[in-house]
């Protein structure tokens, strides 16, 4: 009744399952009770509001509106909260106008009143100077316009409303705002700086979830998988890289295909990790994983930081391939293994080591080796070098354990830097939610940056939800700094 009041409906027909109530706002039964009386008195002098109101019983299994109303309950949108019963009379108090920026200067052009402070008095007349009244309104001086009405908190924060969002409405930037605020005749002290606020104020800047560093606790553990293209063809026509990088060692292996499917990708696996390195324990892969009971994490859709290793990878081959190619585009596929050694025989800053020594146990030898005198050639002895190669291989779990403590020492320093900026913003199972539009979806100049009305399904894990429209289940899993609480 309040909702129909609140609408300006004058006709009203409404239905409830139970009998008592109807029978006492309708007159047929008494309200013994001292607080349904209360209530039966309310909702008569609510119901004598309408022009025509109707109160009909309906038996519970017919009562569908009020079902549905059940089933939204946990949106955490439709309901209001009542912190008082509705029978109870709010007292109303005389409480003292606040003073506003206004008032010092109003009350000193009206009446010459100055404040008891010497120095907010000196201030208060200097001012006034460059205000005037007219009609009980203050106004200001202005260099661009003749007088600028002078506003309050409230008027203020509707007028940046209405020239943002309103039917006049541009969503321009912050100064933009603030100046076409100004050519309008309108005057506050923090005009711009409100301005400013007001333009950011939706927008989520601060990361949404804490950082989770991703370690491996051996050589091949958990490799991490992504694919780069479509590049420009190359010879063979390959035109898609398929990249894998190992956790601990930062080992990359690439491949160039044509094509993208799933026996490619199966044949990726098998050739460049399985046969090489041995069965990982966790890859993000296919149902060719399960298997060989490999355990599969999948990153989060506009969100490749839960991929960060790989990501990496990717700038860095992009990087050098860039460097070597200039304009002959299609001749990537040849200079890739020229990046990939580069990077293999170049130390990682996380470890200090390189790829290549965590992988195989020693340095590989590089071409300015040969080009140039060096210890390592010319006191090379083959007799002995199969017996160096062997002990090197019996040290080497000492390297890989302080790289390893390393790595997480500067993961934990990030960790802590990142974390400091996090601002919480978690979603509810029941709440709806607006999407980014996705990279990969037809996007124009008019195109929204949002998209929806979706709704939370569950929290798979720490800041990633699974989202369903009105037609069905959306896949794959989204994070939080792709969503937004949508606000009826």
Same mark, same amino acid.
Request: proline share 6%.
């Given at each position: 009744?309040?909702?129909?009041?609140?609408?300006?409906?004058?006709?009203?027909?409404?239905?409830?399952?139970?009998?008592?109530?109807?029978?006492?706002?309708?007159?047929?039964?008494?309200?013994?009770?001292?607080?349904?009386?209360?209530?039966?008195?309310?909702?008569?002098?609510?119901?004598?509001?309408?022009?025509?109101?109707?109160?009909?019983?309906?038996?519970?299994?017919?009562?569908?509106?009020?079902?549905?109303?059940?089933?939204?309950?946990?949106?955490?949108?439709?309901?209001?909260?009542?912190?008082?019963?509705?029978?109870?009379?709010?007292?109303?108090?005389?409480?003292?106008?606040?003073?506003?920026?206004?008032?010092?200067?109003?009350?000193?052009?009206?009446?010459?009143?100055?404040?008891?402070?010497?120095?907010?008095?000196?201030?208060?007349?200097?001012?006034?100077?460059?205000?005037?009244?007219?009609?009980?309104?203050?106004?200001?001086?202005?260099?661009?316009?003749?007088?600028?009405?002078?506003?309050?908190?409230?008027?203020?924060?509707?007028?940046?409303?209405?020239?943002?969002?309103?039917?006049?409405?541009?969503?321009?930037?912050?100064?933009?705002?603030?100046?076409?605020?100004?050519?309008?005749?309108?005057?506050?002290?923090?005009?711009?700086?409100?301005?400013?606020?007001?333009?950011?104020?939706?927008?989520?800047?601060?990361?949404?979830?804490?950082?989770?560093?991703?370690?491996?606790?051996?050589?091949?553990?958990?490799?991490?998988?992504?694919?780069?293209?479509?590049?420009?063809?190359?010879?063979?026509?390959?035109?898609?890289?398929?990249?894998?990088?190992?956790?601990?060692?930062?080992?990359?292996?690439?491949?160039?295909?044509?094509?993208?499917?799933?026996?490619?990708?199966?044949?990726?696996?098998?050739?460049?990790?399985?046969?090489?390195?041995?069965?990982?324990?966790?890859?993000?892969?296919?149902?060719?994983?399960? $298997?060989?009971?490999? =355990?599969? /994490?999948?990153? %989060?859709? *506009?969100?490749?930081?839960?991929?960060?290793?790989? #990501?990496? &990878?990717?700038?860095?081959?992009?990087?050098?391939?860039?460097?070597?190619?200039?304009?002959?585009?299609?001749?990537?596929?040849?200079?890739?293994?020229?990046?990939?050694?580069?990077?293999?025989?170049?130390?990682?800053?996380?470890?200090?080591?390189?790829?290549?020594?965590?992988?195989?146990?020693?340095?590989?030898?590089?071409?300015?080796?040969?080009?140039?005198?060096?210890?390592?050639?010319?006191?090379?002895?083959?007799?002995?070098?199969? $017996?160096?190669?062997? =002990?090197? /291989?019996?040290? %080497?779990? *000492?390297?890989?354990?302080?790289?390893?403590?390393? #790595?997480? &020492?500067?993961?934990?320093?990030?960790?802590?830097?990142?974390?400091?900026?996090?601002?919480?913003?978690?979603?509810?199972?029941?709440?709806?939610?607006?999407?980014?539009?996705?990279?990969?979806?037809?996007?124009?100049?008019?195109?929204?940056?949002?998209?929806?009305?979706?709704?939370?399904?569950?929290?798979?894990?720490?800041?990633?939800?699974?989202?369903?429209?009105?037609?069905?289940?959306?896949?794959?899993?989204?994070?939080?700094?792709?969503?937004?609480?949508?606000?009826?």
């Amino acid at each position: 009744m309040k909702l129909a009041q609140e609408l300006g409906t004058k006709k009203l027909t409404a239905k409830s399952d139970s009998k008592l109530i109807t029978g006492q706002i309708n007159g047929d039964y008494q309200a013994k009770d001292p607080q349904l009386a209360k209530y039966r008195d309310r909702a008569s002098t609510m119901a004598s509001s309408f022009d025509n109101f109707v109160l009909l019983h309906v038996p519970r299994d017919q009562n569908e509106w009020a079902d549905l109303l059940e089933k939204l309950a946990n949106t955490r949108i439709i309901h209001e909260k009542l912190s008082t019963p509705t029978t109870d009379r709010s007292e109303v108090l005389d409480v003292e106008n606040k003073i506003t920026w206004m008032m010092p200067i109003f009350n000193y052009l009206q009446s010459v009143e100055t404040p008891d402070n010497p120095e907010e008095a000196l201030k208060v007349v200097k001012e006034a100077t460059k205000y005037t009244l007219l009609r009980q309104n203050l106004y200001r001086r202005g260099f661009s316009f003749p007088l600028l009405r002078c506003l309050e908190d409230e008027e203020s924060t509707y007028v940046i409303e209405e020239v943002h969002e309103g039917v006049s409405g541009t969503h321009i930037g912050g100064r933009a705002l603030a100046i076409k605020i100004e050519k309008a005749g309108y005057y506050w002290p923090t005009l711009r700086r409100d301005c400013l606020e007001y333009k950011f104020a939706e927008g989520h800047k601060a990361p949404p979830e804490r950082l989770h560093p991703i370690t491996s606790p051996w050589p091949f553990f958990k490799w991490g998988v992504d694919i780069l293209g479509p590049f420009p063809p190359a010879p063979g026509q390959v035109k898609f890289l398929i990249v894998a990088v190992d956790y601990f060692t930062k080992w990359i292996e690439a491949e160039p295909v044509t094509s993208i499917t799933t026996k490619r990708i199966k044949r990726f696996y098998w050739k460049k990790i399985i046969c090489r390195f041995g069965i990982p324990v966790e890859i993000g892969t296919v149902e060719y994983c399960q $298997e060989l009971k490999i =355990t599969q /994490l999948f990153t %989060l859709v *506009e969100h490749p930081q839960s991929n960060g290793q790989v #990501e990496a &990878a990717k700038k860095v081959i992009l990087r050098g391939l860039r460097k070597r190619l200039e304009e002959a585009k299609g001749r990537w596929a040849e200079e890739l293994p020229q990046v990939l050694w580069s990077y293999h025989t170049t130390p990682h800053s996380t470890t200090n080591e390189t790829p290549f020594r965590l992988t195989f146990g020693t340095e590989a030898m590089i071409l300015v080796e040969i080009g140039e005198s060096y210890p390592r050639t010319t006191l090379f002895e083959p007799s002995g070098n199969e $017996e160096e190669l062997r =002990t090197n /291989l019996d040290l %080497l779990q *000492e390297p890989r354990e302080i790289a390893h403590g390393k #790595e997480y &020492a500067m993961k934990t320093r990030a960790a802590r830097k990142y974390n400091r900026k996090v601002v919480p913003r978690n979603f509810k199972t029941g709440d709806l939610v607006l999407k980014r539009i996705t990279l990969g979806t037809d996007k124009n100049k008019l195109t929204p940056y949002w998209e929806g009305l979706f709704k939370v399904i569950e929290e798979v894990r720490q800041g990633a939800y699974c989202l369903e429209s009105l037609e069905k289940k959306l896949p794959r899993t989204w994070n939080a700094a792709s969503l937004r609480m949508y606000y009826n």
